[in-house]
């Protein structure tokens, strides 16, 4: 039974890595839709029951107005998120700079979603008011508040979710008693912990790393293993010879590159037996060709 949830496990997951660019922004799209008809909804029974004299399709604009907005600013709230993970190590630092950047994320909403507005009703031949901006921004950001951290929250818990289900990988450690039966501080396998079973990862299979906050991730067929380290800390464990630093943020298996692209910025892109790139920085690229031809 262990053995056929495992199984059943790795192949949805597998069909899941297949899909997830597109059903990621298909659940926000359908998530701020679903916020924009509800809430549409109950504008409208608040002023039926308040007796106040709007046409039915005002509160719909301002609440697909709002909503619009927001879903937009959805892919620069995971960039930031990125950039500023929220973790026991990070919270200290990143927290007071997420909380600056909600008096941002609140004015690009409220400019954002006012402009729609007005430009709805001029095709109605009627002016929107905002209303005192300065009452009206406070009010506003107490809900955007709540709504950028509601997307921090979400983005975190769901890749949390994926790193549980696709299995953490880690170091082998040296054993109490006796010699380890490879080197410890090189490693040719890391150990892959995931929900109901453990397997080897043999270092030479992995494609290229990734920086990720706390983490890095080693990429290997499709699937992400977050392993706890630094880049630096990493790239001093592994083979010099197989591995090269690319980018400040990547570290790819020479095994693996089947072309280098020059870009014109001075960078590059390293294409992959799968077809997959990797960013190859100005700084990195002249090292990358000298070993990549050696």
């Known amino acids: ?7 059943t496990q790795s192949s949805f997951l597998t069909r899941y890595q297949e899909i997830r660019h597109a ?11 679903l916020n ?11 002023l039926l029951r308040t007796h106040s004299s709007y046409a039915w399709w005002e509160p719909v604009v301002w609440e697909w107005s709002s909503s619009l907005v927001l879903l937009l600013m959805v892919p620069l709230v995971i960039y930031i998120e990125k950039k500023l993970p929220l973790s026991w190590v990070t919270l200290r630092t990143n927290l007071p700079r997420h909380l600056l950047i909600t008096f941002p994320f609140c004015l690009m909403h409220v400019v954002g979603m006012v402009a729609l507005r007005q430009l709805t009703y001029l095709t109605q031949n009627q002016h929107y ?4 901006w300065p009452n009206e921004l406070g009010y506003e950001y107490l809900k955007d508040f709540r709504t950028y951290f509601f997307i921090i929250l979400t983005v975190a818990f769901y890749r949390l979710l994926l790193f549980r289900l ?3 990988a880690s170091l082998l450690e040296a054993p109490d008693i006796g010699l380890p039966v490879e080197p410890v501080d090189r490693p ?7 929900l109901g079973k453990e397997f080897l990862l043999p270092a030479n299979e992995i494609e290229w790393i990734q920086a990720w906050g706390n983490y890095v991730n080693l990429h290997v067929r499709g699937h992400d293993y977050p392993l706890r380290s630094t880049m630096a800390a990493i790239e001093q464990r592994i083979d ?9 943020s990547y570290i790819v298996n020479l095994s693996f590159i089947v072309e280098i692209e020059p870009l014109d910025s001075g960078d590059a892109k390293a294409k992959l037996r799968d077809g ?15 070993i990549a031809s050696s």
């Open 23 to 33: 059903v990621e922004p298909a659940a926000w799209v359908v998530f701020w839709c």
């Open 129 to 132: 008011t905002f209303g005192n």
């Open 240 to 248: 010099p010879k197989q591995f090269v630093r690319v980018h400040r």
């Open 1 to 7: 039974m262990t053995a056929l949830v495992t199984n």
């Open 188 to 194: 040719e396998r890391f150990l892959v912990r995931t």
């Open 166 to 168: 696709q299995g953490e």
């Open 36 to 46: 924009a008809i509800l809430n549409s909804r109950v504008s409208q029974l608040d």
């Open 276 to 290: 997959q790139t990797v960013p190859v920085s100005r700084r990195y690229r002249d090292e990358l060709r000298h």
